[in-house]
């Protein structure tokens, strides 16, 4: 990533996730840009409407009105123009099935959403900046899933 501000895409229907997201990214990436789209569908759209700026990263929840989660990460990948933005699942799931299924599908990292706002805090500062040191390139199944504080 360049100097510029990141541009931080958060796909999530929660108001208060959305929130207290919006309150986490403003601690440690203060001049971040942060859009915030709350269903899928309209994420799609966004996503793929030629005069908006590609994010630098995407945070997505699974659970979302009109398309899923996995159904944005799978035209995401299918796509040439958005297949290289680094998306990171944020859920309160943690089922193995659903995990190896978003690894597969080309996630490059998956948080469990915490419910406590240092440690979220600390989840979005660590995977922004392993996104900006581009290690996403490196991901193994092992460290799909990033682990903070007490989790």
Do not use: W
Not at 50 to 74: H, Q, S, W, Y
Not at 96 to 109: C, F, P, R, V
């Amino acid at each position: 990533m360049n100097s510029n501000p990141l541009k931080i895409l958060l796909a999530d229907d929660d108001m208060d996730d959305c929130l207290f997201f919006k309150d986490a990214l403003q601690k440690s990436f203060s001049s971040a840009e942060l859009i915030i789209i709350n269903e899928g569908e309209q994420l799609m759209n966004y996503l793929t409407n030629e005069t908006n700026k590609i994010p630098d990263v995407l945070f997505l929840d699974l659970n979302m009105p009109r398309k899923n989660g996995f159904e944005c990460l799978a035209e995401i990948k299918a796509n040439k123009k958005l297949k290289h933005i680094p998306v990171i699942i944020y859920s309160t799931s943690l089922e193995q099935e659903t995990i190896d299924t978003l690894y597969k599908n080309g996630a490059s990292y998956f948080i469990r959403k915490p419910a406590e706002f240092q440690l979220f805090q600390k989840a979005i500062e660590k995977s922004l900046t392993l996104i900006s040191q581009k290690k996403n390139s490196e991901i193994t199944r092992e460290s799909f899933i990033l682990t903070i504080g007490n989790d």
